[in-house]
């Protein structure tokens, strides 16, 4: 398997038995939501690395004992976080409890895969304006899986037009054409963070084995 090298694929052992345990159809969708928000904290972990932050000293603090330390901050803090509707809701918590910032804005997209063309088709868009030389440093993008990389394209691309200097898409599983078309899309600001890449997708877009439909297993729709 040859990925792009702005792939990265974890092998932590705890990452990979849980993912496993998520293929499993046994899983509800109570179990799916578990499942998911672990992976996701694991990943947040993974991603959110030196690649893209550093740390930095601002003033000092105090100890319970009254001794005093430098503060540790994270740079860059002008981050945003964008689960894509619906299955990326799942996500959010495991990033906001790792995330060391007091208030990290949440934008939500929602496109869906149109299912006769599986062309991507944008129903949501809740990235506000920016104003006249705004932008924006790092954004985080939250999808549990890139199955054809129509709608992790859509993203980069419309986040790449918003304003967003780096983009940071975190998944789950995806399949190796999916997430190739992704990270090809803007190899030089975006980088792809995942647990599992399966090599098969079938005619329909569905990646094999995969999870399935994971939006409908988190929500316990069909």
């Known amino acids: ?28 969708s109570h179990k799916t939501r578990a499942l998911t928000t672990s992976i996701a904290s694991i990943l947040a972990v993974v991603a959110l690395n030196r690649n893209t932050f550093s740390t930095v000293t601002e003033g000092f603090d105090v100890t319970p004992l009254q001794e005093q330390y430098n503060v540790t901050e994270v740079s860059p803090s002008n981050v945003v976080l964008v689960p894509i509707l619906r299955s990326g809701l799942s996500m959010i918590d495991a990033f906001l409890s790792i995330l060391p910032f007091e208030n990290v804005p949440i934008h ?10 599986l062309s991507p088709i944008e129903y949501y868009n809740k990235l506000p304006v920016l104003k006249n030389g705004e932008s924006i440093d790092v954004a985080i993008v939250l999808d549990p899986v890139i199955a054809t990389g129509g709608t992790a394209s859509a993203v980069i691309q419309s986040l790449k037009e918003w304003g967003a200097k780096k ?3 975190v998944s789950i599983v995806v399949s190796e054409e999916g997430v190739t078309r992704a990270a090809n899309e803007w190899p030089e600001r975006v980088e792809v963070y995942c647990a599992a890449v399966d090599t098969v997708l079938s ?3 569905y990646i094999i084995p995969g999870v399935g439909d994971i939006g409908d297993r988190l929500n316990h729709t069909h």
């Open 1 to 28: 398997m040859s990925l792009p090298d702005n792939v990265h694929v974890s092998t932590h052992p705890l990452l990979q038995s849980l993912v496993s345990r998520l293929r499993s159809a046994s899983a509800d």
């Open 108 to 117: 939500y997209l929602g496109i869906y895969r149109d299912k006769s063309t």
């Open 167 to 169: 983009i940071i898409f």
């Open 203 to 205: 005619s329909h877009g």
